[in-house]
T-cell receptor, first 114, second 114 residues
Framework: DQQVKQNSPSLSVQEGRISILNCDYT??????FLWYKKYPAEGPTFLIS?????DKNEDGRFTVFLNKSAKHLSLHIVPSQPGDSAVYFC?????????????FGTGTSLTVIP | KAGVTQTPRYLIKTRGQQVTLSCSPI?????VSWYQQTPGQGLQFLFE???????NKGNFPGRFSGRQFSNSRSEMNVSTLELGDSALYLC?????????????FGEGSWLTVV
């Protein structure tokens, strides 16, 4: 049972444009969300997180939006750069729930075209 | 400070053998969790340890086990290896016990079972 879903396996964007990666979840108890970026042959690298008490969090070129009523979050990258080409995973957890367990989506492969 | 360190990075085993993977968390981190990544499956939670105690376990067979030492280092073991166990095994660490803390991943151990 996939509680976190990334329905777009891949996305291509021109350099300088906005990249929007989407993530949906089914468990209404989730209250902490993260995005990770993964290059081949490396472990995932933490990008940005958001708590359910907020609907937006921004860090440089990266902004995460959370729509709790729709159980949807998105990651915006502006402007996109070729170095952003990687697989992006969203993850969710219940802060005071199952200890240390994060639920991950299957990833979206982003290609930024120079 | 040093990140999460996993050893070995790559290994090849034969069906029926067992394997032990090691993880050293970021200094000061007491929670260590393990994930399995296979193509198209995202990251699947294996288990989490905090202060040498397994607090949570994912939906994997008993052939998958782990432990944590007093210095927070962790090992995971897979016995009676099957071809389907071929995957990237990722270790992640975080400072505290709740799932509201960001987890940081190591580079992973690539296991190939032949």
């Amino acid at each position: 049972d996939q509680q976190v879903k990334q329905n777009s396996p891949s996305l291509s964007v021109q350099e300088g444009r906005i990249s929007i990666l989407n993530c949906d979840y089914t468990n209404s108890m989730f209250d902490y969300f993260l995005w990770y970026k993964k290059y081949p042959a490396e472990g995932p690298t933490f990008l940005i997180s958001i708590s359910s008490i907020k609907d937006k969090n921004e860090d440089g070129r990266f902004t995460v939006f959370l729509n709790k009523s729709a159980k949807h979050l998105s990651l915006h990258i502006v402007p996109s750069q070729p170095g952003d080409s990687a697989v992006y995973f969203c993850a969710a957890s219940v802060v005071w729930g199952d200890a240390g367990q994060f639920y991950f989506g299957t990833g979206t492969s982003l290609t930024v075209i120079p | 400070k040093a990140g999460v360190t996993q050893t070995p990075r790559y290994l090849i085993k034969t069906r029926g053998q067992q394997v032990t993977l090691s993880c050293s968390p970021i200094s000061g981190h007491r929670s260590v969790s393990w994930y399995q990544q296979t193509p198209g499956q995202g990251l699947q939670f294996l288990f989490e340890y905090f202060s040498e105690t397994q607090r949570n376990k994912g939906n994997f067979p008993g052939r998958f086990s782990g432990r944590q030492f007093s210095n927070s280092r962790s090992e995971m073991n897979v016995s009676t290896l099957e071809l389907g166990d071929s995957a990237l095994y990722l270790c992640a660490s975080s400072y505290a016990g709740s799932s509201g803390n960001t987890i940081y991943f190591g580079e992973g151990s690539w296991l190939t079972v032949v």
